[in-house]
């Protein structure tokens, strides 16, 4: 490991006791010790301080810190420790529980961040082909997830370097075209680059800018194919394939450029992008031109200053990197990522699979920038509605919104809101609150979070009774008795990872949806076998357990007056008296289901639950859809009708579509118990003309 000491002994003035602790922690067994060199040296060459330095070789060797260490040596230490893998033959909803963790234990310090973006860069830079399924996996978030973090961040080397290895080993055959075409360019293009930087030299020395530099870049294979994939251009139509970069020190300087550029080149129409007066998102500033150059090809070239350089170069992290330390920039690069905060605790009551495509929505997402009536700016990402403002503005002020004002104009909620939009949301004391189907207009974490919540609080009893149903169900499900194993020893929630207060409040995450019951089961059900090595397992049973559902003139209830939100499937209208079964639905109680109703196959077994009917109840009303197929007739609508009324039947209603021969009727109408039906299919098929009759979901 003397590389390594040498290596940060060059780039840290170290005292006696920084010395001691690097000395100790490189005495201890490293594996793959080029792979901790090579990552040492990227953290080094991004400027990284000595703490994060020597938390990430304690990381790596599982060092044990002596009482006393730096503070701040050991938070970064725990955050990294705190970090998870994702393995193989892990299911989804795992791999998004440990993507979680990571991003929770992330969000606490900035350095971590960028840590572990260069280990991920290093690893996968080791791959080979054919990948392994975990290694696939991994390059497939790194390309969704971490990549666009590391943009959001203004880390824009990092990320298309990222970038740039998903694409070389997920579209292989892709890369390897894309590397030849660029290859073939590469002689004609470095010409053209000699010959530009001696002109570009010229200027700088009539404008008298001694500071200045040029530089040359490459531009990145996926931001290459992304082009192509995107604009559907061909790669002789990258303008941008090479650049040059000019530095200088200051605004008024760039500008000068610019204009001394054009004076000699001619730049094409279209191609001029202001980003000092107008930045990026992220915070990237800088001048692009595209002129055509000596070889009659375009070539681009960015002009910006040192310190847009910098920032361009490390994103939030340029001042404190450089050692910039003016007031209030802690305050500045921590609002930098309140961002990635917000999300983090806005997400609190989403499942982790909802976490993950709501985290995707925020980092691949562009920014837009929306004010209200009196000029406040708020920041969103693009595809955001007028109820994500609602929401933005105040959780009241969304549960009671029922429209917005769009620049001056009423528009409904779920309008997507444009750059620079005034918008004023209107609300009333009168406001039926939140609907689910809000959750499909929202598109922000906070705006979801807050809905969710508002349903979770409303039906928080429900999700509790719901929560405990599911643990019982799982327990039955895996041979073991739910009396033994849903005691209070084993519920004690400092057995989870969970942040609950109360086992009820484990209960309804679970049946809220925001916890895996599976995964609940299974830790009870080990802190259950550890106990008793020994006990045999009952018979394995898939039975889930009764629910009783009980009518009433309002409704329904369940297992007698427990007041559960109960709801019927509007895909097969079950009908008081044929085999049913519940589906525990996420905030939404139980949706009862026939059991032969085709949806079923497509929603998840851990949450269905067995559902009867209490016969001494008194039923009540459910609406059917009936099909017929009848030979057309002139006749024959006014005869059904005649039937069906006679029969004493409602008639809520009725299309019909008749081709030459055949004539198909949808009849929707009431009945109180399954007899009816039968008895009503069986009066239509005695009609003259009558070919088939069924329920509709059959």
Known sequence: MQEIEKLILDNFKLDESEKSLLNSILKCDFVKPKRIYEIVKSLIDFRLDFHSIVAYLAYECDYKFEDGTDEDILKIYNVLKSAFVITEGMSKQEQADEIRKMFIAMSSDVRVIVIRLYIMLYDISEYTLPLTKEQKQTLINIKDIYAPLAERLGLNSLKSNLED???????????????????????????????TKKRLQQILDELGLKNAVIMARQKHFSSIYRKIKTKGESLANIYDLIALRVLVDNVDQCYAVLGKIHAIYKPMEGRIKDYIALPKPNGYQSLHTTIIAENKRPLEIQIRTFEMHKLAEYGVFAHWLYKEKKSGFENELDKKISWLREIMESSKDLSSEEFIQTLKTNLCEGQIFVQTPKGKVLEFVEGATALDFAYAIHSQVGNMCVGAKINGKIKPLGTKLQNGDIVEIITS???????????????????????????????????????????????????????????????????????????????????????????????LCQLYQNDHPNETLLTQTTNAPSLLIKKNKDGVLVDGDSGMLIRYAGCCNPVFGEDIVGYISRGRGVTIHRKDCQNLNYLEPERLIKAVWDDSATSKTTSVVIKIISLTSDGFLAKLTQEILGAGYKILGLETKASSDKTNTTLKTEVKKLDDVTKLINTIKLISGVEEVFRAGN
Not at 174 to 188: C, F, G, H, I, P
Not at 490 to 514: P, Q
Request: proline share 2%.
């Open 165 to 195: 290895y998903c694409l070389q080993f997920l579209s292989p055959k892709t890369y390897e075209n894309l590397s030849k075409s660029v290859m073939l360019q590469r002689d004609a293009n470095e010409e053209q680059i000699n010959i």
């Open 429 to 523: 004391q009168n406001s039926k609150g939140p609907s689910k189907d809000w959750l499909k207009i929202v598109v922000t974490s906070t705006a979801k979070a807050k809905i969710n919540s508002y349903f979770k609080h409303e039906l928080k009893e429900e999700n509790i009774k719901l929560g405990l149903s599911m643990l019982e169900q799982g327990i039955k499900s895996k041979g073991y008795s739910p009396a033994k194993i849903l005691i209070d020893k084993y519920l004690d929630v400092n057995n989870f990872k969970f942040a609950f207060n109360t086992k009820e409040e484990l209960f309804a995450a679970i049946g809220y949806g925001s916890v895996s019951a599976n995964n609940v089961c299974n830790k």
